[in-house]
T-cell receptor
Framework: AQSVTQLGSHVSVSEGALVLLRCNYS??????LFWYVQYPNQGLQLLLK??????LVKGINGFEAEFKKSETSFHLTKPSAHMSDAAEYFC???????????FGSGTRLLVRP | EAQVTQNPRYLITVTGKKLTVTCSQN?????MSWYRQDPGLGLRQIYY???????DKGDVPEGYKVSRKEKRNFPLILESPSPNQTSLYFC??????????????FGEGSWLTVV
């Protein structure tokens, strides 16, 4: 069975600082991995996804994530945080004939002026 | 514009009063599903549908019903809501099953409070 662990329910960074949101997964088969963002009072928006091929995936708004099979990780990064990045971020995995995404518990990113 | 539309967006209701949350997508997607989001638990799948008249239970189906009579619509029915169904609900759709890696599109969410 697949599962996702997001380390840190809240992450606080200063504007302009590096953003690092951690995601580890477990899967018995090669996974497909996703990061979604939820801005206040809005739905989920896909930031980026890894299916096959290049392990460094670039997404929208300057975010990127690297699939590391040996570490079973898919951490999300952004070199320089912006106030508009404040939101909740969800890592998700799908694999193994599943009709669903399995989500982590989410990480709320706070950006300090 | 590709959209998944849910209604109502916000609802406060009383225990036992039947309600329906509608969901419609304009992308001609075959796969649709419902998730609920609760603090600290992320999103969990309630029900999903692979096509018209084909539905199946997700991880937390108790207390919910669904139907898929048309490809574009996938309503969520709470026959007798209870306070533990207070949650944020998301409808989602995709052209293929989740395990294909294709993007899943989500609606804007429906805040439901049962008192």
């Amino acid at each position: 069975a697949q599962s996702v662990t997001q380390l840190g329910s809240h992450v606080s960074v200063s504007e302009g600082a590096l953003v690092l949101l951690r995601c580890n997964y477990s899967s018995s088969v090669p996974p497909y991995l996703f990061w979604y963002v939820q801005y206040p009072n809005q739905g989920l928006q896909l930031l980026l996804k890894y299916t096959t091929g290049a392990t460094l995936v670039k997404g929208i708004n300057g975010f990127e994530a690297e699939f590391k099979k040996s570490e079973t990780s898919f951490h999300l990064t952004k070199p320089s945080a912006h106030m508009s990045d404040a939101a909740e971020y969800f890592c998700a995995v799908s694999a193994d004939s599943s009709y669903k995404l399995i989500f982590g518990s989410g990480t709320r990113l706070l950006v300090r002026p | 514009e590709a959209q998944v539309t849910q209604n109502p967006r916000y609802l406060i209701t009383v225990t036992g009063k039947k309600l329906t949350v509608t969901c419609s997508q304009n992308m001609n997607h075959e796969y649709m599903s419902w998730y609920r989001q609760d603090p600290g638990l992320g999103l969990r799948q309630i029900y999903y549908s692979m096509n018209v008249e084909v539905t199946d239970k997700g991880d937390v189906p108790e207390g919910y019903k669904v139907s898929r009579k048309e490809k574009r619509n996938f309503p969520l029915i709470l026959e007798s809501p209870s306070p533990n169904q207070t949650s944020l609900y998301f409808c989602a759709s995709s052209s293929t099953a989740a395990y294909s890696g294709n993007t899943i599109y989500f609606g804007e969410g429906s805040w439901l409070t049962v008192v």
